[in-house]
């Protein structure tokens, strides 16, 4: 018989020793099973908050780029309906909270690199981290970048009028491709070939005796002393070149007067006209028709031959005398001069001319100018205070009974320019003090005895022309005007004032009574002149110097408010640098003041936010960042105001670069 109690024995000792190894294995699974789904299920619930948050920065970021700008650790919270943005971290039931908001920067071509680069003002890195610390510490993390979105617009500028908003030096805005900004030039005319610059005509309702040009318009003086037009405004439009201006008549006003002599304060219009009476009517053109609102009687009857007006006070020539009136009230006759003075006749008796006339005025720099007609010394002199008190202070000896017929001075009233018809037989001897055009320099007189001396600068002949006017449109030309000779439109070169010369001119047959001219803000010249033809008498003729540009200048943006603080991201321009050309540009953007982008300070910076460094094309395209930051207190961007400033340049007179078009980009 066989015994199995040993064997059973044998079997239980190994099951046991079976159960100790297996068991603890299985305990430690069954364990790590149970905690492993603990942990999954913490996995998939950061991963629903990771979501929740990214979807709380997107509506943040919607509510405003600037609700991200900042860079450091957050939280969102709710306020009220609305997510917004906390500091630091938050836990809610066992979870941690944080978005670490950090800079983007991008390389040349537009790629985010994590070193180097530069600084992209509207993108944003947003780490989002969840952890939690059971059944042991972990975490889930996500990345995600943010950009501008809202309001992202652009403002460009590419026609003339979005050019012509700006501000110019040595600039000007042409119509060539739409609308560019090129350096400054005449429109290829030249004041020394006249003859090809007659752009455009105007028949006047009566032949004109005198004329008075601005930007805009043009006066003319007529008359003959019977009844009819006595005055014509003529409207000029404004274009830029290669558009011509156009005049028109704006408006009339008609009397039994022969004007003499105009002058306009803006408002009202002055005319010094022929009569034994009310010798200057004050006509108010802002209301049609023109009426003749005051008037100034002259003393001694004598006709009014020149009017200039001065803060309220009136300078009337009549006669042998300067007049000074207080027009402040300019309704109602004005009889009673605030002052009067004579002219100086002749020396100690000698040269003396009962006929001695006063011609045309100009004021200056508190000193009076008068013309003279019939006088040894052509131009006298007076100062005058502020009460219109007048004081012959000095005289040039221009002429030997000669007849005045210009008189201007300089922008800087150093120089005064006049011209005298007739040459005159010296008390038959037949020797002739000529005609022509003299050079005076008021502003370093000699003094002699008790007043003083003022020298002749400079003289021109002006051969068989009798002048009959006379403009001085910039500091190295001169036109005189006349009749008789070949040639009646002269254009004389004062570059050297001692020395000038004959460049150029224009036949009219007929003869020019009267010449003025303008330069308009756009950097264009013209002459407006009155000839003695039955129609078209008014002509405009440009000038220029021949098409030369000039070697540099500067166009400067109106500013541009979007409305909102905005991030002005970049800028996109198209130009044309001939050879021997540059352009560049520098961009501002600045806060308002006083709530104002008329009263911002601007800064310009280039690349790298310097000052000293300026943007460039490659051939004809530009493109870049635009600084972004506080770089110093009149530099913020974001910002309200924006304005971008161009650069061009030349070494050539024949060639100029152009900006023609500019596009910024902008977003909230």
């Avoid at 979870?95 to 800079?103: A, E, G, R």
């Avoid at 007179?653 to 596009?663: F, G, H, R």
Wanted: net charge negative; proline share 5%; glycine share 10%.
């Amino acid at each position: 018989m066989i015994s199995f109690k040993g064997q059973t024995l044998v079997e239980l000792l190994l099951v046991i020793g079976l159960a100790t190894i297996i068991l603890p294995g299985l305990m430690v699974g069954l364990i790590a099973s149970r905690g492993g789904r603990a942990q999954q299920d913490q996995q998939l619930q950061a991963s629903t908050q990771i979501q929740q948050i990214q979807e709380a920065m997107r509506s943040i970021r919607e509510s405003g780029w600037s609700n991200i700008a900042t860079d450091g650790v957050y939280h969102p919270v709710v306020n009220g309906s609305i997510w917004t943005l906390a500091s630091g971290s938050a836990t809610l039931n066992g979870y941690t909270q944080q978005v670490t908001i950090s800079d983007v920067y991008r390389d040349s071509n537009d790629n985010i690199v994590s070193t180097g680069g530069t600084l992209d003002p509207s993108t944003k890195l947003l780490t989002t981290t969840v952890s939690w610390n059971t059944p042991y510490p972990s975490s889930l993390k996500s990345l995600m970048y943010l950009t501008r979105y809202l309001n992202s617009a652009s403002d460009t500028d590419t026609t003339v009028n979005d050019f012509s908003t700006g501000s110019q030096s040595g600039t000007i805005i042409t119509n060539v491709n739409g609308g560019e900004v090129s350096l400054s030039t005449s429109g290829n005319a030249d004041w020394c070939n006249p003859q090809n610059s007659l752009i455009n005509t105007l028949t006047l309702p009566k032949q004109g005796n005198t004329i008075s040009a601005l930007p805009g318009g043009a006066y003319v003086g007529t008359g003959d002393g019977t009844q009819g037009v006595t005055f014509v405004n003529v409207g000029i439009s404004q274009p830029n070149p290669p558009t011509n201006p156009v005049a028109t008549v704006s408006g009339t006003f008609s009397s039994n007067y022969q004007t003499n002599a105009i002058f306009s304060d803006g408002r009202y219009i002055y005319l010094a006209a022929n009569g034994s009476s009310s010798q200057v009517i004050i006509l108010d053109i802002t209301k049609t028709p023109y009426t003749k609102v005051g008037w100034i009687d002259v003393p001694g009857g004598d006709s009014a031959n020149g009017i200039y007006v001065v803060n309220n006070t009136a300078f009337v020539t009549s006669g042998d005398s300067l007049y000074t009136f207080d027009i402040t009230n300019k309704t109602g006759d004005h009889k009673t001069p605030l002052d009067s003075s004579g002219l100086i006749n002749g020396v100690f008796g000698i040269f003396s001319n009962p006929n001695q006339t006063a011609q045309q005025v100009v004021v200056a720099n508190n000193n009076v100018y008068v013309s003279t007609t019939n006088s040894l010394f052509g131009l006298q002199v007076f100062s005058v205070d502020s009460n219109g008190q007048l004081n012959w202070v000095g005289l040039a000896q221009l002429s030997w009974q000669q007849a005045a017929q210009g008189l201007t001075i300089s922008t800087d009233g150093k120089t005064v320019y006049m011209a005298f018809d007739g040459g005159v037989n010296v008390n038959g001897s037949g020797a002739y003090f000529s005609k022509g055009f003299f050079i005076i320099d008021v502003a370093h007189p000699d003094s002699i005895l008790f007043f003083n001396w003022y020298p002749t600068i400079g003289w021109y002949n002006t051969g068989s022309t009798d002048p009959a006017g006379i403009a001085v449109p910039t500091a190295n030309r001169a036109i005189i005007v006349g009749s008789g000779g070949t040639q009646q439109y002269l254009v004389i070169d004062i570059t050297n004032p001692a020395s000038p010369m004959l460049c150029g001119g224009m036949a009219i047959s007929s003869g020019i009574s009267g010449v003025s001219s303008v330069t308009l803000s756009n950097n264009t010249a013209y002459s407006y002149i009155i000839t003695g033809e039955s129609k078209n008498q008014f002509k405009i003729i440009q000038g220029g110097s021949g098409g030369a540009f000039t070697m540099s200048g500067i166009y400067e943006s109106a500013t541009f408010n979007p409305g909102f603080q905005a991030s002005f991201d970049s800028f996109q321009a198209v130009a044309s640098q001939p050879a021997s050309t540059q352009i560049k540009l520098q961009v501002a953007v600045a806060a308002p003041l006083n709530g104002n982008c008329a009263n911002a300070v601007f800064t310009y910076l280039g690349p790298n936010s310097d000052p000293n460094q300026y943007f460039t094309p490659i051939g004809s395209s530009l493109s870049a960042s635009i600084p972004f930051g506080t770089i110093n207190p009149n530099y913020q961007n974001p910002g309200n105001c924006y304005r971008f400033k161009a650069f061009l340049s030349t070494t050539t007179a024949t060639q100029s670069p152009s900006l023609n078009s500019i596009t910024t980009s902008y977003s909230q």
